[in-house]
């Protein structure tokens, strides 16, 4: 559960076994192709110097790019609208993918299918065509009970009609100001929240209107081509039409099923091949070529190189050698491939969407995980609403992303937990301990202190543990300033603890330390604050104690000390929320159970339970979740985490 290693490969082949070697490593789906050219400007390509590849280094004085083959999208977008018009929805099949690919082949053999079902794809086309027009003319519609002939009014020698949509805002405009516009406008319906205007000008006036018109935004409905008669004719005529339209189509799949069985396969191995055809050229536009070899550069996990190494070494003449990610370029970023087990794996998306961690950095995603089912669950904890939390994430798993689906059933376990410790079952207490006499519960309401303090503990472990985050990461880094000096560093730590220590004296009378050592290590961790960059400067020899100059530095130190101070304070009182929240979960409850007291009856107890659950769960629990991000993004990310990487994105189908 970690961030894991990369290397670079540098691959090179024979010319004609480019697409070979290509289609491959997509195939193993582990692979990042860069463009070679940032390896080869910056003399990193690296080919293993030995008599044998003497004409491969040799070779590489006449290397040039690969450019897009574009005539792969007309094929691809040829064979889909033949398909499309035979209503068939191809399968995708690795198994056809591999072995000798000819896109001249393919080329040939999808024209010929698409000759075959030439005529039925003319026809489907224009069909579909005809129907959206008359789709488009549904918005006739909302002037079904208007008895006017639309014909005598498009045919009316001195005067235009413009028939289409106007939004309220501009149709009132255009009413406000009818001193200046010698036009009638008509406000006859609203069709799909739209509003639909008739709209009657002169024709000495059709430039004037032109312009009028397209200053509002108005929206035209071509009625040139279209059955012209009374509205309510016109909509008998447009469903008539329709059917006989969606009639054929469905004759001409009948008359083409058989055909359609036939070549089904075929449609499925030639669209297969084309999907890898067009992902291959994708590669091709990053690899370098002489007119004898191929030149690739690519991310492969550390790991995976073995498997590498199996897929391409069949060629002989095939080379391959590989480089630690810090022997790369750093003018190369190092992409952060992530891999943390199924549990945590949604919680990437998250941690992502704050940032994706640096290739150097510790991943978060563990901590993030679990505190964040911690923080949720104290916040909106409840067995029943949390149940519906969990089944909510299972149905809506084939609906949205996995990720988001994994978020709800995993924050609803946490809902779960802590509905068992606060005795809540769909806002009722003691339905639990009844059914489980254990002394494990606290109820909020009456633990007020109790909830809000453990809320503040709670927040100050977080907040040591981003301490200690903040650390290695800096450290990795080399920067000595921030990863020990800083306020984010060991002595951060140290002066956090100081200050806690101190206020636990003040208010229980607990001495851990002597006071008086307390306030001397305060002040040698403002002081070590103050002057961090010239002392770090100084243990690692730099030969300028300051980035800038010193009076600069010191001002702006000591608006940082005054800052270091407020957001100890405010990072470690903010988590006190948790325990607020808590109790408003409660209080919620509490409003809706008084509602139905008033009401007095046994259906308005029913009406008011399903009312108040619902609102809770969608309000409070959308509340609650962002709520969570908050302390997390804000109280503990901003102390150790940059999140200024890239993802390591495969290439693959």
């Known amino acids: 559960m970690a961030i894991k290693k ?16 290509i ?19 910056e003399g990193d390509f690296s080919i293993g110097i030995s008599e044998e590849n003497a004409d491969e280094i040799l070779d590489m004085e006449d290397i040039v790019p690969l450019k897009e083959n574009k005539e792969i999208k007309q094929v691809i977008q040829k064979l889909e609208t033949t ?25 040939d053999d999808v024209e010929k299918l698409c000759t075959n079902f030439e005529n039925q794809t003319n026809e489907v086309l224009q069909i579909n065509s005809e129907i959206e027009s008359l789709r488009n003319l549904e918005v006739i519609e909302c002037m079904k009970n208007i008895d006017i ?15 289409g949509f106007l939004t309220r805002e501009k149709a009132k405009r255009i009413s406000q100001n009818y001193d200046n516009i010698k036009a009638i406008v008509l406000h006859v319906g609203t069709y799909e929240e739209k509003e639909v205007n008739l709209i009657l000008s002169p024709k000495s006036l059709d430039v004037e209107m032109g312009r009028i018109l397209r200053s509002t935004n108005f929206v035209e409905i071509d009625l040139k081509d279209a059955f012209l008669s009374t509205p309510k004719r016109m909509i008998e005529h447009n469903k008539n039409e329709l059917t006989k339209h969606y009639q054929r189509l469905d004759e001409i799949q009948e008359l083409t099923k058989k055909d359609i069985k036939e070549k089904s396969n075929f449609m499925d191995i ?31 996990p550390e790991g995976f190189t073995d498997k590498i190494d199996q897929t391409l070494q069949k060629p002989p003449e095939t080379l391959v050698t590989y480089k630690k990610s810090n022997e790369v370029s750093s003018n190369i970023p190092v992409p952060t491939f992530l891999k943390n087990n199924a549990f945590f794996k949604p919680f990437e998306m998250l941690v992502n969407m704050y940032g994706v961690p640096s290739y150097n950095e510790v991943d978060p995603t563990l901590f993030f995980g679990l505190a964040y089912i911690l923080l949720f669950g104290a916040m909106f904890g409840d067995l029943g609403q949390g149940m519906v939390i969990v089944l909510a994430g299972l149905l809506i798993r084939k609906k949205v992303s996995a990720d988001f689906s994994g978020i709800l059933t995993r924050i609803g376990i946490g809902s779960m937990f802590f509905g068992i410790i606060y005795d809540s079952f769909f806002g009722y207490e003691n339905v639990i ?22 809320s503040i503990v709670l927040g100050v472990i977080l ?16 920067d000595l300033e921030e990863g020990v000096f800083g306020r984010n560093g060991i002595n951060g730590v140290v002066l956090l603890s100081s200050i806690l220590l101190l206020v636990l004296k003040q208010m ?12 001397v290590l305060i002040l040698i961790s403002v002081i070590l604050l103050v002057f961090k960059q010239p002392i770090s400067n100084k243990i690692k020899k730099e030969e300028r104690l300051y980035e800038e100059n010193a009076s600069s530095y010191y001002i702006e130190s000591g608006f940082n000390l005054f800052e270091t101070f407020l957001s100890i304070i405010s990072n470690t009182i903010s988590f006190i929320r948790v325990g607020a929240f808590a109790l408003n979960h409660v209080g919620l409850f509490i409003a809706f159970h008084t509602l139905a007291t008033m009401i007095g009856s046994t259906g308005g107890n029913i009406a008011m339970f399903f009312l108040g659950n619902i609102i809770i769960i969608g309000l409070e629990g959308l509340v609650v979740f962002i709520q969570g991000l908050r302390l997390f993004y804000y109280e503990l990310f901003s102390k150790y985490y940059t999140g200024d990487g890239v993802l390591f994105t495969p290439d693959k189908l």
């Not at 692979?31 to 400007?41: G, K, V, Y």
């Not at 084309?274 to 991310?299: C, G, H, P």
């Not at 907040?463 to 080399?478: A, D, E, T």
């Open 83 to 107: 398909m499309m018009s035979l209503n068939y929805k191809p399968t995708v099949h690795k198994k056809h993918m591999y072995g000798e690919h000819d896109f001249e082949k393919i080329k």
């Open 508 to 519: 229980t009378n607990i001495s851990v330390i002597p006071s008086q050592l307390l306030y």
């Open 433 to 454: 301990s009844s059914i489980l006499p254990l002394p494990i519960y606290l109820r909020p309401m009456e633990n007020i202190n109790t909830m809000l303090i453990s």
């Open 270 to 300: 030639l669209y297969s091949k084309l999907i890898m055809e067009n992902r291959i050229d994708q590669v091709r536009t990053k690899v370098a070529v002489t007119e004898n070899f191929a030149y690739l550069s690519s991310w492969v």
């Open 23 to 41: 289609r491959d490593m997509i195939l193993l789906e582990k692979c990042e192709f860069i463009d070679t050219f940032l390896e080869i400007n």
């Open 6 to 21: 990369l290397a670079m490969a540098n691959i090179v082949c024979p010319r004609d076994r480019l697409d070979e070697t």
């Open 149 to 163: 002939d639309l014909r005598e009014l498009i045919e009316l020698k001195y005067f235009t009609l413009k028939f």
């Open 463 to 478: 907040v040591f543990i981003s301490y200690g985050y903040s650390i290695v990461n800096k450290l990795r880094l080399g």
